[in-house]
């Protein structure tokens, strides 16, 4: 099992930048594909972007292709997300996840609320 740590979410309006990142401990994320999820008041939650183990894989949302960026860093056990031309329907709580064994995302951390005005 690994502990999942979400920081860096925030107000900001739109158009503008934020940086996620997500801190794991208990288990090398080296050997876990990751990905960061999203969900708005009232909506399903929903992928937003996936990152193999080595980094050498991306997988965006429709929604955030060309605005969005996944990447990890191993050595530190983080993975981030950039998110730039930040849109109103951005908004929501951002998650990480980590995927276990089976390759199903088991690994959840806490979230972090980004918030998109216009």
């Known amino acids: 099992q690994v502990q999942l740590v979400e920081s860096g979410g925030g107000s900001v309006q739109a158009g503008g930048s934020l940086r996620l990142s997500c801190a794991a401990s208990g288990r090398a994320l080296r050997s876990t594909s990751m990905g960061w999820f999203r969900q708005a008041l009232g909506k399903e939650r929903e992928s937003v972007a996936a990152i193999t183990r080595s980094g050498g894989f991306t997988l965006y949302a429709d929604s955030v292709k060309g605005r969005f960026t996944i990447s990890r860093d191993n050595a530190k056990n983080t993975v981030y997300l950039q998110m730039n031309s930040l849109k109103p329907e951005d908004t929501g709580v951002y998650y990480c996840?980590?995927?276990?064994?089976?390759?199903?995302?088991?690994?959840w951390g806490q979230g972090t609320q980004v918030t998109v005005s216009s």
């Open positions: 996840a980590a995927k276990g064994p089976t390759g199903v995302y088991d690994d």
